[in-house]
């Protein structure tokens, strides 16, 4: 039993390193070879758990070297646009203007249900309001609405509005996050004196966060 685990345990990190080798991307979105290699890494990674009489470097070598091809793959693909389209594929243009078009949907083999689907998902019930539709190499469909059916800007009324960045995380989980603190130029004594003012110590915060506008947002454990 302790070797069973002791395997198992053993494919699952490497298969993790494996992942995280290949990079965020992977995990975002599946091209068609990101599908067949994410394929192939489960097959490679169940042999040797099911089977003990298996050695444990005949799934291991496969593993790392499937995840080298693909980060070497990766890498010359930036440099190289013929090889991006080779792995990859690219975007195709199913709507236009308000139109869908129908040879890309052909070519792409992908029909009406999943194209209505997929606009309704996204909010849109009519493909009229449509300028562009494009299907990502992902499969996802990227949808720009005809500037008509756009939301109304601050922008579009001429009207100003302030910076909005990132708030910036100061305690999670009731410990003190001190270099961000440092980044933004504040110190824990500050921190602690905000904090005291409504009855809190950082232990007993679960998530305290500062927004660029100076305001403290804290939430209690």
């Known amino acids: 039993m302790f ?16 992942v995280r080798m290949m990079g965020k991307r992977e995990i975002g979105q599946l091209s068609p070879c990101d599908f067949v290699v994410a394929i192939i890494i489960a097959e490679l990674a169940a042999i040797p758990m099911e089977s003990s009489s298996i050695p444990l470097w005949r799934g291991i ?27 990859d594929g690219e975007p195709q243009v199913v709507i ?16 009406l ?15 009229a309001d449509v300028e562009f539709g494009v299907l990502e190499t992902s499969g996802k469909l990227s949808v720009i609405p005809k500037s008509q059916k ?5 922008e579009d009324l001429g009207l100003p509005t302030g910076y909005e960045g990132l708030p ?3 305690v999670m989980d009731g410990r003190v996050l001190r270099d961000n603190l440092r980044s933004i130029s ?9 904090l005291a003012e409504v009855g809190l110590e950082p ?16 939430n209690e454990n």
């Open 113 to 127: 249900n999943d194209l209505l689907a997929q606009l309704r998902e996204k909010g849109i019930v009519n493909v």
């Open 186 to 194: 504040l110190d824990e004594a500050w921190l602690k004196e905000r």
């Open 61 to 87: 070598i496969p593993l790392v070297t499937l995840g080298i091809v693909e980060v070497v793959l990766s890498y010359l693909a930036l440099h190289s646009p013929f090889l991006r389209r080779l792995l």
């Open 3 to 18: 070797v069973a685990i002791y395997r198992t345990l053993l494919i699952y990190f490497i298969v993790l390193l494996v």
């Open 150 to 154: 756009r939301p109304v800007t601050p």
């Open 168 to 170: 910036t995380v100061l």
């Open 203 to 218: 232990e007993r915060v679960f998530l305290a966060t500062l927004g660029t506008d100076g305001r403290l947002f804290i």
């Open 96 to 111: 236009r203007n308000g139109r869908i078009v129908r040879d890309e949907l052909r070519r792409a083999r992908y029909n």
